[in-house]
Nanobody, 129 residues
C-alpha cells in the first residue's frame, strides 16, 4: 500500500498564496497519477486537481481553475499544490491521493474515490477575510 503525508497548510489572508506538499511512501516503485481533494466543515469532499505520472496531463475542479496549479517531482515521490488568489471558500482540510491503477488522470475515478477514501491525515488551510 501507499501512504501519503500532507504538509504546508496554515493561515493566510484572502488573496494570498500557499503551497501544499504530499509525499508518498510504501510502494512507490511504479508510476501512478496523484491528486488533491478537500473537505470543508459540513460539506462533502470536493475534487481539486490531479496530475499524470509524467506530469503532462492535469485536471482541475471548476472552483479552482486559474488559481491553483498542481505539479510533481516523481523522483521524490512528491506532489505539490500551489494555491494563489485564495478565498475564504477555500478554507478546508486538504488531502492528497494516489491512483495506483493508472498513470493517467481519470476524472471519473477521482470523483468516485474521494467520496470514501483517505490516504493521509490531511493539512488544514484557513483563509481569513
Amino acid at each position: 500500500q501507499v501512504q501519503l503525508v500532507e504538509s504546508g497548510g496554515g493561515l493566510v489572508q484572502t488573496g494570498g498564496s500557499l503551497r501544499l506538499s504530499c509525499t508518498a511512501s510504501g510502494r512507490t516503485d511504479r508510476g501512478y497519477a496523484m491528486g488533491w481533494f478537500r473537505q470543508a466543515p459540513g460539506k462533502d469532499r470536493e475534487f481539486v486537481a490531479a496530475i499524470s505520472w509524467t506530469g503532462g496531463n492535469t485536471q482541475y475542479g471548476d472552483s479552482v481553475k486559474g488559481r491553483f496549479t498542481i505539479s510533481r517531482d516523481s523522483a521524490k515521490n512528491t506532489v505539490y499544490l500551489q494555491m494563489t488568489s485564495l478565498k475564504t471558500e477555500d478554507t478546508a482540510v486538504y488531502y492528497c491521493g494516489v491512483d495506483t491503477d493508472r498513470t493517467v488522470v481519470s476524472i471519473t475515478w477521482w470523483e468516485s474515490a474521494i467520496r470514501h477514501r483517505s490516504w493521509g491525515q490531511g493539512t488544514q488551510v484557513t483563509v481569513s477575510s
